[in-house]
């Protein structure tokens, strides 16, 4: 079924990815109408759709280097690598659900003429919106892998990502909300990484007796959440925050061989989850644990690890 039409005929190029904007279908109208889809690769290679976190784009190769690019699992000599803005509601007020997301993922499926994609690589966020598709659009794609990524969130998680936005949101109220978002970013840092990452980095403590005194720590994470506010509207982040909250999949309906990747270090989505949405899903599981000093963020540390697992997958 066709669930939308390009506004413009995708080109290809072997300098860049043809770009296009995708119109949304009418059941995701109300989250801003069109977003973007890239695609790039042989024309005859089999396709395949990179998704990450909250704060990635549909240019996989910019922000994934190691797994995605020259030299990748997803090296573009090789396959089409097609990537895609997420769906939000420009005014923070509401979440998609990563269902939408998988919706939307279709739509630009359908933009580039593909009926079937060979594989659904996501982490992170982009993991979850990879086993909804698996569940809701089963013949969308051949197989899956999701990295740090579960059937449904975990408390621990939800807590620190509402706390997150409560920030987010006083500072709407108050109008300091790129200060906001830069500390929610930085609260979220310390989920993404560990405390061993921290321990071998910085110094812990303050000099003087100055209460608001900066830290070695703290300078980092405020300079991520900075880089953070450059690409991020505190809008646009309470809707996608809130949106991994919604992820909800039922891994016994999920039919697709499926890679499963953690960390065994990850605050976010702990090992143990992992270990249980391999033995629910209905279809094939197989899952790689690993060690690692970057906790949820091993997906993009670690890339090259991870890359040599998800090419013998492919």
């Known amino acids: 079924m066709t669930l939308l039409r390009l506004t413009e005929k995708p080109t290809e190029t072997p300098l860049a990815p043809a770009v296009v904007e995708v119109r949304l279908p009418p ?6 109408g069109v977003t973007r889809a890239s695609l790039e690769g042989p024309e005859d290679a089999p396709a395949v759709a ?20 020259p030299g990748g699992a ?27 997301q998988a919706a939307a993922l279709c739509a630009a499926l359908d933009a580039f003429g593909i009926d079937r994609a060979h594989a659904v690589i996501g982490a992170s966020y ?7 598709l698996g569940q809701h659009f089963p013949d969308r794609a051949e197989r899956l892998v999701a990295i740090s990524a579960d059937a449904a969130p975990h408390p621990a998680s939800t807590a620190i990502r509402e706390l997150q936005r ?27 990484r560990t405390r061993e990452e921290f ?35 505190p809008q646009r982040f309470l809707s996608l925050s809130a949106s991994i909250d919604r992820h909800q999949v039922d891994p016994s309906r999920i039919h697709l061989p499926t890679l499963l ?18 033995a629910a899903l ?12 970057y906790g949820h963020d091993m997906f993009l540390k670690d890339a090259a690890r991870i890359s040599a697992l998800v090419e013998a997958f492919l």
């Open 74 to 100: 997803a090296d573009p000599g090789r396959f089409r690598l097609l990537g895609m803005d997420f769906i939000a509601d420009p005014s923070g007020e509401a979440a998609p659900s990563p269902v939408d």
């Open 282 to 293: 209905a279809g094939p599981a197989e899952l790689h644990l690993l060690p690692s000093l």
């Open 199 to 233: 321990a071998e980095r910085f110094q812990g403590g303050i000099e003087g007796e100055a209460a608001l005194g900066r830290s070695d720590p703290g300078a980092y994470l405020r300079s991520r959440g900075e880089a953070f506010v450059a690409r991020m509207t």
């Open 166 to 192: 409560r920030i987010v949101s006083l500072g709407l109220a108050n109008g300091n909300a790129e200060e906001a978002l830069s500390i929610a970013r930085g609260l979220a840092m310390l989920s993404y």
């Open 27 to 32: 059941a995701l109208a109300r989250w801003g």
């Open 50 to 69: 990179l998704l990450g976190g909250i704060s990635g784009n549909c240019f996989p190769c910019a922000w994934w280097p190691g797994l995605a690019g």
């Open 126 to 132: 982009g993991g979850m919106i990879a086993l909804a």
């Open 261 to 278: 990747i953690g960390a065994d270090s990850d605050q976010l989505v702990p090992p143990v989850q992992m270990e249980k949405l391999a």
